[in-house]
């Protein structure tokens, strides 16, 4: 091959490896301003882990992903967050590194920062905590945290775990296993009510308790209560670093245990980053888009990693879970999630999904009929082993149909269809009335005409789902019910008219 041919086939190759780099376009930054409720730190797709810093504890709208751009002051770095809802919860398991003599009061171990000294890329996430001359890296795997912290100045390190971060703590402990390792359990209140959260936390060097706070109990390596925070600290020379790995699990010490075995055994920062990477890359990659505008596949490439940001994985590396009747659980041949905000996604997200990752919408659709035989019926807006009930309509369906006719298999066709019909068949949220009389009226139920209208279109859904499956009583009653809405406000415009020609309105 002579020269010029090599370096042709050498540029040509060049190019179509750069154009498998779909994650060099994505801006964790983008939707973190303004009301986009997005955050900066660093995830991997559909992870467990959304490791990110805080710059909001007050539970203010725009402060529901726990980072906003306007804000100058970082109070730590922890584990769950929400992407782009309406409520403020999770900020589950926070770190913060400080140095000096440590406290547990947020206002003295929180750090102002700048803009310039940050950087958010897909899978990592680094700053300057101005006030210690601290700097931080994140990234993560599915399930373990990985921090990386640089003390540029001498002297005495703390790292500080406050389980009242955020929302309300309903119970908390930390045990010291040995002077680099602790569990710690954490159960809170916020939007959902009942959240539970295990982590096992390993550092790099020895730690000692240098400031506690525990209103429960304070023996023998042991804290408990609703108060409880605690400052672990160590000297460090000039530059010195100290690397964090923190696992964590829905169901127990033994299930974070498990998934810091199988993702926490490397202490290579690097290599981590560069999986997170890989990871996003293969989840980009599903779409292609090319424009000599960086700025256009910016935004594109960055709404898809948004999308891909949630649902979460919410089972330990064994499959095992905890669902929604609190109980534990195992998952077999596929992956259990949790963070359903249906009415947000049923019209776009899921629609995509089925289309570019059909193993996953099957994973989904195995997540609903489980979450239905375990609490009762299809999640409306689940989150953390809660519903919610927030928005209106039971738009699982609509993702179930999708998956269908599609043709999508690894789930059970006939359970999915008898949990939908559950689904319509309840007497709640005016569902009764709706049934009753083929609408619902303002004196039925708050925000009625909505409610019509989404019960409506949900029932079409169930509709097709019984055609695809022949059952044509089913077929026919679901299809009935879709278009009553319909025929109900036509019959009321002919009244309506009619009464006006005869000026009775």
């Known amino acids: 091959m002579n020269s010029k041919k090599f370096i042709l086939l050498f540029f040509l190759t060049s190019l179509c490896l750069q154009a498998q780099n779909y994650s060099q376009y994505v801006n964790p930054f983008i939707g973190t301003g303004g009301h986009g409720h997005t955050f900066p730190g660093a995830i991997v797709p559909f992870?467990?882990?959304?490791?990110?810093?805080?710059?909001?504890?007050?539970g203010s709208w725009d402060g529901c992903s726990g980072y906003h751009y306007s804000d100058s002051v970082i109070y730590g770095f922890s584990h769950t967050h929400l992407n782009g809802t309406g409520v403020s919860d999770y900020g589950d398991i926070m770190l913060m590194p400080?140095?000096?003599?440590?406290?547990?009061?947020?206002?003295?171990?929180?750090?102002?920062?700048?803009?310039?000294?940050?950087?958010?890329?897909?899978?990592?996430?680094?700053?300057?905590?101005?006030?210690?001359?601290?700097?931080?890296?994140?990234?993560?795997?599915?399930?373990?945290?990985?921090?990386?912290y640089t003390f540029n100045n001498a002297g005495n390190a703390n790292i500080i775990l406050d389980l009242n971060h955020r929302d309300k703590l309903l119970e908390g402990e930390v045990k010291i296993i040995d002077s680099k390792t602790i569990e710690v359990f954490r159960r809170s209140e916020a939007w959902a009510t009942n959240q539970y959260i295990y982590a096992r936390i390993e550092f790099s060097k020895p730690m000692k308790i240098s400031k506690k706070l525990a209103n429960g109990k304070d023996e023998n390596n042991l804290f408990t209560g609703t108060k409880l925070a605690l400052a672990f600290s160590t000297t460090v020379k000039k530059g010195e670093k100290i690397s964090v790995k923190v696992a964590i699990s829905p169901t127990g010490y033994e299930g974070a245990g498990k998934n810091?075995?199988?993702?926490?055994?490397?202490?290579?920062?690097?290599?981590?980053q560069r999986q997170a990477v890989a990871d996003w890359d293969k989840e980009l990659s599903k779409i292609e888009v090319k424009s000599s505008d960086k700025d256009k596949l910016s935004v594109f490439y960055t709404a898809m990693y948004h999308v891909f940001t949630q649902p979460n994985i919410n089972m330990d590396v064994d499959g095992k879970y905890r669902g929604r009747d609190n109980k534990f659980y195992t998952a077999k041949d596929f992956d259990y999630y949790s963070v359903f905000s249906l009415w947000d996604t049923f019209r776009g997200a899921h629609p995509l999904m089925s289309l570019i990752n059909r193993k996953r919408t099957a994973d989904f659709v195995n997540t609903f009929i489980k979450q239905y035989e375990q609490g009762g019926k299809l999640p409306v807006w689940e989150?953390?082993?809660?519903?919610?009930?927030?928005?209106?309509?039971?738009?699982?369906?609509?993702?179930?149909?999708?998956?269908?006719?599609?043709?999508?298999?690894?789930?059970?066709?006939?359970?999915?269809?008898?949990?939908?019909?559950?689904?319509?068949?309840?007497?709640?949220?005016?569902l009764n009335a709706y049934k009753q009389n083929?609408?619902?009226?303002?004196?039925?139920?708050?925000?009625?005409?909505?409610?019509?209208?989404?019960?409506?279109?949900?029932?079409?859904?169930?509709?097709?789902?019984?055609?695809?499956?022949?059952?044509k009583e089913d077929y026919q009653y679901f299809m009935k019910r879709s278009q009553k809405l319909e025929k109900s406000v036509q019959s009321k415009k002919r009244i309506y008219a009619a009464k006006k020609e005869r000026k009775l309105v």
Request: net charge negative.
């Open 438 to 471: 083929n609408y619902i009226a303002i004196d039925d139920e708050h925000e009625s005409v909505s409610k019509t209208v989404e019960y409506a279109y949900d029932d079409w859904c169930i509709a097709q789902m019984a055609k695809i499956l022949d059952k």
């Open 260 to 272: 810091m075995l199988a993702e926490g055994q490397t202490n290579d920062f690097a290599s981590i």
């Open 47 to 58: 992870g467990m882990v959304q490791l990110s810093p805080d710059t909001r504890i007050d």
């Open 383 to 430: 989150l953390a082993s809660n519903e919610t009930e927030c928005m209106i309509g039971y738009h699982a369906v609509s993702v179930i149909a999708d998956a269908m006719a599609k043709g999508i298999t690894g789930f059970d066709y006939e359970k999915a269809f008898q949990a939908s019909k559950n689904s319509a068949m309840l007497d709640i949220f005016g």
């Open 98 to 148: 400080t140095m000096g003599n440590p406290s547990l009061n947020s206002k003295d171990y929180s750090s102002k920062f700048s803009h310039k000294n940050e950087k958010a890329t897909a899978g990592f996430y680094s700053v300057k905590l101005d006030k210690n001359n601290i700097d931080v890296r994140l990234t993560t795997t599915k399930r373990v945290g990985y921090h990386e």
